[in-house]
């Protein structure tokens, strides 16, 4: 008889739950996942996951300092296989990283073969490098075989992995790390070894250590690049007492072959009859060399930087990138100012000390509470290695005595073994040994039966016994722990102390001078130019100024809305009928070879607004602006400049209301004339206009019908001219208008005869 069996029903398995609550649980446990196991460092050992396994596969394949180097792939596989469940290329890379001098301050990992350089070119591929751990990452792992850390089984079970490495080497702060989590991310920058110890040894000395105190020792980043940090001392410390900020960095110009010592520090190579050029000595953190001078080319392409000639790329060892001035008459703290403000020649480095504590809980912490924090931990590891030492002690001086007793009592012992088939348990009864002691003296060899050895053990048993009141005194006294670590710290600093190669500082902290003050418009050739606006918005720039009434070619359909002169370093202000002004440099107009290019593209204009004015800028100048609906206001010139594509909106605007009027009003004027559909005129002294910065506007003249024609200032006691009909050209000049001058928002009378019937000023 056979029994039938039935597959389960998967749909059997399918649980009803709300999706909201569904995704929410599934993307908090990828969340945590991420937050916990990938993107924070441990404040313990500053390591991830990753390269702590890296780390620690390598120590298991003997790749220590003295040792020789194995290929790149074997310890990639045995990470992956074994311990880190990931991509092969992300292993590699964090390995690559761990050992380039130029991106951590104290590598970890000693490369040979192509480990990538600071050009940004990447490493070789894995079966083609090899490496070893240098003497610092031993330094990280050290005691990880006397019982300081717990081991947690590996991800198949298979094998055991430390859960930190309990090594007095500062790594979190020494070497940084950068992370990207879910909702959090971490950015800490590496720092000097030795000044790290100082304000530790300062914090265990006195836990109640005020911030300002550590911070005279704790200078602040020490960059694997070297630079300048130019940020002031409060600003630095600032951020470290509250765990979050960011540091501008500079590259340091050097001229180690200047003959004057203000040049060289200067970073200026003199050439000869007057000639000179920049030398850049170290490039800011973070910042591939090959990409700053791809930037700094672009713009001397691009001619957003004329005062610079050229850069050439003269680096071998040392880095060496040398900027070559337009003429000799550059001012060289111009050219340094420029280079900041335009390149990565200065960056920003953030600082976010947000990191795992020892309960794996992400916090930001404060540099006190950091060092606190790692102090804590480092006394634990010292009370869990005394702890497993005296463990040790114990069980050898337990055999010790074992054989003290063989040794007093040979003959009888040798007796026993040769005369008992189970010596074991007789000896265990006439001398009252233990299971191990019995065991121990049963497997003695021959060769330790002489007097010597008895001597020896004798001599071991003593030095136990004194090292075991030690470490049970250092057990029960806080103050010799301390005392402990202190020693041990003061050891570790002589590796990395101000006079070795390691530990000298390479970033020099100093707040900049006041930058050379220098206007953009400074690095810009400035050359006369015509712009021509088209009516349907067509933008382009003629060398020279061209006379404004030349009939210009424009698309078929299209005709002249604006022309003008200015310079290539002035800027134009575009009204538009919706408010907004938008700024736009002469110098970046497209080329009047062609039609030119659509204005459209160069700034966001709306698709429904119309151009108003175009305007040349001046400082501190004012424009009268109106609608239609004849409300205005005085606006500074200054006000209307936009720093983006979108512009600024200046006059408020709604359906139905629109800017119409923008004029500039010269210094010498004193009222302002306004004229309505209903061809009515009014005059009235600009104090009576109030200057804002952004509105409505107040009424300029009141209408029953229609709407603002135009308005125009004047001064008064010179009278009100236009311009007669036809081709003449004369000008017609009404100089007696106390008629028409009343208060502002007037109905006015009807203009003088002769005034023209568009009702244009």
Request: aromatic share 6%.
């Amino acid at each position: 008889m056979t029994v039938e069996t039935t597959e389960p029903d998967p749909f059997d398995a399918i649980v009803d739950a709300p999706f909201d609550s569904a995704l929410s649980e599934r993307y908090l446990v990828y969340a945590l996942s991420t937050i916990t196991a990938r993107s924070l460092p441990d404040l313990r050992d500053g390591l991830k996951p990753v390269h702590r396994r890296l780390l620690w596969a390598m120590r298991q394949l003997k790749l220590n300092p003295n040792d020789a180097f194995k290929k790149s792939a074997r310890v990639v596989g045995d990470v992956i296989g074994k311990y880190h469940p990931h991509g092969d290329q992300s292993v590699y890379d964090a390995m690559v990283r761990l050992a380039q001098d130029f991106s951590l301050r104290y590598p970890l990992v000693e490369g040979q073969g192509n480990f990538g350089n600071i050009d940004g070119d990447n490493a070789a591929a894995y079966r083609y490098t090899e490496a070893r751990l240098t003497k610092t990452a031993i330094q990280l792992m050290a005691g990880l075989d006397e019982g300081t850390v717990t081991y947690v089984p590996t991800y198949n079970g298979e094998d055991e992995e430390p859960e930190i490495f309990p090594g007095l080497f500062p790594n979190l702060l020494a070497n940084g790390a950068t992370g990207i989590a879910v909702g959090m991310a971490t950015s800490i920058p590496s720092h000097n070894v030795h000044e790290i110890i100082d304000s530790t040894l300062l914090l265990i000395d006195n836990p109640h250590a005020e911030h300002s105190a550590i911070m005279e020792i704790f200078k602040g980043p020490d960059l694997p690049t070297g630079g300048v940090i130019v940020d002031s001392a409060e600003a630095i410390s600032h951020a470290y007492e509250t765990g979050k900020g960011a540091f501008r960095v500079r590259g340091r110009f050097h001229a180690a072959e200047a003959k004057d010592e203000a040049d060289r520090e200067a970073g200026i190579e003199r050439l000869g009859n007057g000639q000179w050029q920049l030398v850049l000595s170290e490039i800011p953190y973070m910042v591939p060399k090959g990409k700053l001078i791809e930037q700094v080319a672009a713009l001397i392409a691009d001619k957003k930087l004329p005062i610079l000639e050229d850069i050439r790329d003269e680096s071998d060892e040392k880095i060496r990138l040398v900027f070559v001035p337009k003429n000799r008459n550059v001012d060289p703290e111009m050219l340094k100012a420029s280079l900041y403000k335009l390149s990565d020649v200065e960056s920003r480095f953030s600082l976010n000390l947000n990191v795992l504590d020892d309960s794996r809980t992400p916090g930001v912490l404060s540099l006190r509470l950091m060092l606190q924090e790692w102090i804590k931990s480092q006394i634990n590891i010292l009370i869990r290695r005394s702890e497993h030492r005296l463990q040790k002690i114990a069980d050898r001086l337990e055999l010790l005595e074992g054989y003290i007793i063989a040794f007093l009592n040979l003959d009888r012992v040798i007796a026993i073994i040769r005369a008992e088939d189970e010596p074991k348990p007789v000896l265990m009864a006439e001398f009252q040994l233990t299971d191990r002691q019995a065991e121990a003296i049963l497997n003695m060899r021959l060769r330790s039966l002489r007097k010597l050895e008895e001597m020896e053990l004798r001599r071991e048993h003593d030095t136990l016994l004194a090292e075991k009141d030690e470490l049970e005194k250092l057990l029960e006294s806080p103050a010799r722990q301390r005392t402990r670590l202190k020693r041990d710290l003061a050891n570790l600093r002589k590796d990395y102390a101000e006079d070795t190669l390691l530990g000298r500082r390479r970033t020099t902290i100093a707040e900049a001078a006041p930058t050379v003050e220098f206007s953009m418009d400074a690095m810009i050739e400035k050359a006369p130019v015509t712009v021509i606006l088209s009516t349907k918005g067509w933008i382009r720039g003629a060398s020279g100024h061209e006379a404004l009434d030349k009939e210009f070619k424009f698309k078929e359909g299209d005709g002249p809305a604006f022309a003008l002169h200015c310079q290539t370093t002035d800027k134009l202000l575009i009204a538009c009928d919706n408010g907004r002004f938008y700024t736009l440099g002469a110098d970046k107009l497209p080329s009047a070879r062609g039609f030119g290019e659509p204005i459209r593209t160069i700034i966001d204009i709306e698709a429904e607004a119309q151009i108003v004015s175009l305007i040349v800028y001046k400082p501190k100048a004012q424009l009268l602006l109106a609608s239609n609906a004849g409300r205005g206001f005085a606006a500074e010139a200054d006000e209307l400049l936009a720093e983006t594509r979108k512009g600024r909106g200046v006059m408020n605007t709604k359906p139905g209301v629109k800017l119409a009027v923008v004029r500039e009003i010269p210094a010498e004027h004193d009222h302002i004339a306004v004229v309505g559909d209903n061809r009515k005129l009014v005059i009235f002294s600009l104090e009576e206009l109030p200057v804002m910065a952004k509105g409505q506007g107040v009424t300029l003249q009141r209408y029953r019908d229609g709407g603002l024609a135009d308005a125009i200032t004047l001064k008064l006691e010179e009278g009100l001219s236009w311009k007669m009909g036809g081709d003449s050209g004369r000008v017609r000049t009404e100089s007696d208008m106390r008629l028409w001058k009343v208060a502002r928002g007037a109905a006015g009378r009807l203009p003088p005869q002769g005034f023209p019937r568009d009702n244009r000023f």
